[in-house]
């Protein structure tokens, strides 16, 4: 689910500065003030979940983030928290 992906800080930052526009590894060490392998290994994890996609630009790689998925996990997020709400107050018996 996404919450587990951006509950890493790192993750969450390159989430946000990739909300700004696209940007590629170099962006995003200079933004973040990270070292690179730290930045492609967090770039790496968030590519495979699907939340951010590559478009290749000569030698680089531009990262964008995946809106649809963050879009269903909006939606997912706050049919929970509805859920949540509803049931606050709700108490099983214990056996």
Not at 43 to 63: M, P, S
Not at 65 to 75: G, K, Q, S
Not at 76 to 84: K, P, V
Request: aromatic share 4%; with cysteine.
């Amino acid at each position: 689910m996404v919450a587990g992906l951006l509950a890493d800080p790192v993750r969450a930052r390159i989430v946000r500065v990739l909300a700004r526009g696209p940007a590629c590894v170099c962006h995003l060490v200079e933004d973040l003030d990270l070292k690179q392998p730290n930045v492609s290994n967090h770039v790496r994890v968030l590519r495979h979940a699907g939340l951010i996609t590559g478009e290749n630009r000569g030698k680089f790689t531009f990262y964008h983030l995946n809106h649809v998925m963050l879009d269903t996990a909006a939606a997912q997020l706050s049919e929970l928290a509805a859920t949540a709400r509803e049931h606050a107050e709700a108490r099983r018996d214990c056996a």
